[in-house]
């Protein structure tokens, strides 16, 4: 199965890029760090287009799924990355975020009328559960925010989630995950330059040459697995991408690990892992 390959791959360099941002942080706030992420993103992309853009097969009605999914995907999901992590913490944020499949199968359930079978239930429900027990560790002190703010967290989780429904109806239409992938980063730079100014504040620390480079490779490998994604959806099915995709925290954990030293596997962690594992493995024989 290609899409199970594509998927893992963009689990792989999606989980590399929290990595890289996670040293990246230490010379860059958030917002200027996606200042610099997104538009290197799109950057790279466009030095691809010579190689890889072809116009065969334009179908309108796909560009514009692919633009609008653009707008709120990676853009506005980032400023409400921001949002939770600021006021709930990296650890709600994170373990809320991990629902971003069930959205995506029930998106693509209802309005894709993908058929969901017993074994990509099982594997889908495996794997949230999963990354939700190693993202979700004990909190940090008593919450000081209100219960709506679960929200944000949630509808970043959702949109997501339908931004892939959405982009696989775009490839049925117009079947070339290139395409899709610089298009939705180019209206995504666009919307973020757009709000730069009121996404960093203004005590925030300038540019700096060691926190743009970090942040030029967090973009690079986000968009190496988003396009990766793509060309998954392309080729499979949305219930069974979106949970491989979701998989990249694991990816995470163990390069943080081996080189950042910072992660401790205790039975929590590996009930985590173990149940992400097996999730994948039911999934690879759906």
């Known amino acids: ?28 706030d958030p917002a200027r760090g996606a200042l610099v992420s ?3 993103t799109t950057l790279l992309l466009w030095l691809l287009a010579p190689f890889l853009l072809s116009s065969q097969g334009w179908n309108a009605t796909a560009f514009a799924i692919f633009a609008a999914v653009g707008v709120v995907f990676p853009a506005v999901v980032t400023l409400l990355n921001f949002a939770s992590n ?14 971003t499949p069930l959205f995506a199968v029930l998106v693509a359930i209802v309005f894709l009328r993908e058929p969901l079978t017993v074994p990509a239930a099982t594997g889908t429900a495996a794997i949230v559960l999963g990354v939700i027990a190693f993202t979700g560790g004990p909190g940090s002190g008593t919450r ?38 610089l298009v939705g980063y180019s209206v995504s730079c666009a919307t973020i330059f757009a709000a730069g ?4 504040p203004k005590e925030a620390a300038p540019l700096n040459r060691r926190g743009i480079l970090w942040f030029v490779a967090v973009g690079f490998c986000n968009g190496l697995g988003v396009l990766a994604m793509y060309a998954a959806l392309n080729a499979g099915q949305v219930s069974v991408v979106s949970p491989l995709v979701a998989t990249y925290p694991l990816f995470t954990l163990a390069l943080s690990a081996i080189f950042l030293r910072e992660e401790r596997f205790g039975p929590r962690v590996l009930l985590g892992v173990a149940l992400t594992v097996a999730g994948v493995i039911v999934l690879a024989r759906a």
């Open 1 to 28: 199965m290609i899409e199970l390959g594509l998927a893992l791959l963009a689990s792989a360099f999606l989980g590399t890029a929290v990595v890289i941002a996670n040293v990246g942080l230490r010379h860059l």
């Open 38 to 40: 997104i538009p290197s």
């Open 86 to 99: 600021r006021i709930t913490g990296p650890t709600i944020a994170g373990t809320v975020s991990s629902t």
């Open 144 to 181: 000081t925010w209100a219960a709506w703010v679960i929200l944000l967290p949630l509808a970043g989780a959702a949109i997501r989630g339908g931004s892939q429904a959405a982009v696989k109806a775009g490839l049925a239409l117009w079947p070339d995950p290139f395409v899709a992938v």
């Open 197 to 200: 100014r009121t996404l960093v």
